[in-house]
């Protein structure tokens, strides 16, 4: 299929799969992004409060929806955590679970479970993914916590050196590599480096 049919064809289908919404009268196309990066399939509807997104990825294998607030669709290429909020939505399963047959079709099932499970979003309450946002930034908060900051790292690669200069008999490296964190080595690492400098010493 040439391009320009393959995204006639795009267009066609996901106007199709929302035409209740544009039925209505509160959405209606929107036009597509601007710049050199656009994605030229990509088909964008939208009301006074919520724009929904539909963009080809994987070169026409998979679609990707994406919900926007109408104040933030242009500056947002990301948009809110709707895939999550359907997951939950649908008792537990996802709605991405079945592979689809084609990105045509996977259009059409991500419009049913936005029309079945995201009435709210639709009419502009965001409060739902607003709390899904909250709850992923305290996750990955917690996940950076837990972390070792740049300096346990340093001093976790240097103690990692000074293992195999031990086991060498390089004591002097030893010392080096480990006086400068001594702050932050294990019970077993500053007894490494005790020895280390006592073998120096007597040397």
């Known amino acids: 299929m040439k391009k320009d049919d393959a995204i006639q064809e795009f267009r066609a ?8 919404l544009l039925e209505r009268g509160e959405f209606r196309e929107l036009p597509g992004r601007s710049g050199d990066h656009a994605n030229e399939f990509s088909v964008r509807i939208g009301s006074s409060t919520t724009v929904i997104e539909i963009e080809g990825i994987h070169y026409g294998k998979a679609a990707w929806l994406k919900i926007f607030r109408a104040t933030e669709a242009d500056v947002d290429h990301y948009g809110l955590p709707i895939g999550k909020l359907l997951t939950l939505r649908s008792d537990g ?12 079709q996977q259009i059409r099932r991500d419009a049913e479970a936005m029309l079945l499970y995201a009435q709210d979003v639709l009419s502009g309450d965001f409060s739902a993914l607003d709390d899904l ?10 996940l950076l916590a837990k972390m070792p900051s740049p300096a346990q790292r340093a001093a976790d690669t240097a103690s990692a050196a000074a293992g195999h200069a031990f086991k060498q008999g390089d004591y002097r ?28 010493t007597d040397a």
Not at 13 to 20: I, T
Not at 93 to 104: D, E
Not at 133 to 142: F, R, S
Not at 181 to 188: Q, Y
């Open 93 to 104: 399963g996802n709605v991405n679970a079945r592979a689809p047959i084609s990105q045509l």
């Open 13 to 20: 289908c996901a106007l199709d799969a929302y035409r209740p």
């Open 173 to 200: 490296k030893v010392v080096e590599l480990l006086t400068p964190h001594l702050d932050l080595l294990s019970p077993s690492q500053k007894k490494r480096y005790q020895i280390s400098k006592g073998r120096i």
């Open 133 to 142: 946002v909250k709850v992923q930034k305290q996750l990955n908060e917690e």
